[in-house]
């Protein structure tokens, strides 16, 4: 669920984005990786990858128009409450840190 990196902070599965989210060493961690909790907020900005869809427009020659990605949480006691600007499907919803995609709960 939560895995440390070599500059002291970590890296988590986010279940909204399907993405692996680093949490620096600056924020605080209650050092329970079973139930993490960290703060302040974990703000991840940039762009959403393409779709299969996008990707075969754009290797037509097609311009595709970049799509926004802000994922916003908080983490706490090992859920994951999203905040109302993320640009995912999770918004507005708390659940919990779930496994990185390929490892065993």
Do not use: K
């Amino acid at each position: 669920m939560l895995r440390t990196v070599s500059d002291g902070g970590y890296l988590l599965h986010c279940p909204g984005c399907n993405q692996r989210h680093r949490v620096g060493p600056g924020w605080s961690f209650n050092d329970d990786y079973d139930a993490p909790t960290f703060r302040p907020s974990i703000l991840v900005t940039g762009v959403q990858p393409l779709t299969d869809a996008e990707y075969d427009r754009a290797m037509g020659g097609e311009a595709i128009e970049p799509r926004p990605l802000v994922c916003h949480s908080f983490v706490t006691d090992g859920q994951i409450q999203f905040l109302d600007d993320c640009t995912h499907a999770l918004a507005g919803r708390t659940v919990p840190l779930g496994p990185s995609e390929g490892e065993s709960p």
